[in-house]
């Protein structure tokens, strides 16, 4: 057997706008491109599910049985798993999130003969250990599948410190740290301004999330009414979900002209090139791949120094990080970053090259491959 032959790789991930989704479809893309066969299991096709001839979809079917108070995931997903594992010959089975999926990654390697195992690797990727791990009702059984996972990674090293924190895994956990590759913008600068309604010399700051509570969209809020006082600048919000329970808020607090909300956008480059910093109010996060994405394209952003946070951004080299829940010293951060082009440029090229040389496909897939093929025993 060759030591460079392709793998077949089965992906289980959400498919809905979230950093584990996004990053596992991206990630199925690059291994592709570099050869791999990749079978996507999942409820839906992935949000940013990439399109190659070697990259495939099987969709789970969930029945709504009558009987069923709430219906389950969990053991169609592990049917389906063991199906396309025996099916395809799959080598690895990469699981993003733990809940459900590193279970039901176990319960389909069981159901298979030894020769048919894949091998399975769960990457952690946040509220699966920070949450979810703490939850009586969920904690054992997440410790349980990472036991039977043949490796574990997680997406910062505050992640595995949480995991070993938290989950009490006595296995080695590997940080991965998540990539992101943007694709060339197809509108310019200039045209998504005006779309947004932007005036020359009005800042643009740039918020993406899916509004969880712990994304803290209150702060956000919060900090643009006070910014609003000072330089000309508007919020746009790129929403990975429903926003309008949030516009009363945002009428309340006089910000209708401030704000303007994007929801469920595909073309994240155009708005990533427009914005002229990126703002971010999460309580936790295990690493915010929204940062990296604006990173990427050479804009820095001001967030509270939480979770992996400060493995993505150095305070004053590639943006700002304050104390969580400062929202006076965020607002000072991000006057004094949009009132100095040439600091906002600087922080900016900066940041584009952290993500080139640290959070690039270049620089994390092979972390992945050289993992697959040390669990295949390559
Ligand atoms: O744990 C979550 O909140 C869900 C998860 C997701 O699927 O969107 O988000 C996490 O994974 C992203 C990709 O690895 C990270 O960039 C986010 O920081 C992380 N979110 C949290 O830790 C809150």
Not at 195 to 211: D, Q, T, V
Not at 239 to 261: M, Q
Request: charge should be negative; include cysteine.
């Amino acid at each position: 057997m060759s030591a460079t032959r392709p793998l077949k790789i089965g992906i289980t991930c959400y498919p809905s706008v979230g950093g584990s989704g996004i990053l596992a479809s991206e990630l199925g893309g690059e291994l592709a491109a570099r050869g791999h066969e990749i079978h996507f299991i999942s409820y839906e096709r992935p949000f940013r599910m990439p399109v190659s001839e070697r990259v495939f979809f099987h969709p789970v079917i969930v029945n709504g049985y009558d009987l069923f108070k709430y219906p389950d995931y969990t053991l169609p997903l592990s049917v389906k798993m063991a199906e396309v594992s025996q099916a395809h010959a799959l080598d690895v089975l990469h699981v993003h999130y733990a809940v459900p999926h590193a279970t039901a990654a176990f319960l389909a390697c069981s159901m298979l003969p030894a020769e048919s195992r894949p091998k399975v690797i769960t990457t952690l990727h946040g509220t699966d250990t920070t949450l979810l791990g703490r939850d009586p009702g969920y904690g054992p059984a997440i410790r349980h599948a990472l036991e039977h996972s043949d490796a574990i990674t997680t997406v910062s090293e505050f992640m595995r410190r949480e995991t070993v924190r938290l989950l009490g895994v006595n296995r080695p956990v590997e940080v991965i740290h998540n990539f992101f590759e943007p694709q060339p913008a197809s509108r310019s600068r200039a045209e998504v301004r005006a779309e947004l309604g932007l005036a020359e010399g009005e800042a643009m700051l740039l918020h993406l999330s899916n509004l969880r509570p712990l994304k803290r969209i209150d702060l956000l809020l919060e900090a643009v009414a006070r910014l609003a006082r000072g330089p000309r600048a508007k919020l746009v919000i790129l929403a990975g979900a429903d926003f309008s329970p949030f516009a009363a808020d945002v009428a309340r607090l006089g910000l209708n002209e401030n704000v303007i909300v994007r929801e469920r956008v595909t073309d994240i480059e155009n708005y990533l090139g427009a914005a002229d910093l990126g703002l971010f109010t999460s309580e936790t996060e295990s690493f915010c791949l929204s940062i990296l994405e604006l990173m990427s394209v050479g804009c820095p952003s001001v967030a509270f120094a939480v979770g992996g946070i400060p493995e993505v951004v150095r305070d004053g080299k590639e943006g700002r990080i304050v104390p969580f829940g400062q929202v006076d010293a965020m607002v000072a951060a991000a006057e004094s970053i949009i009132t100095d082009p040439a600091r906002r440029s600087a922080l900016g090229a900066a940041a584009k090259t952290r993500a080139c040389e640290h959070f690039s496909a270049a620089a994390i897939v092979p972390k992945y491959e050289a993992l697959y093929r040390r669990v295949c025993g390559e």
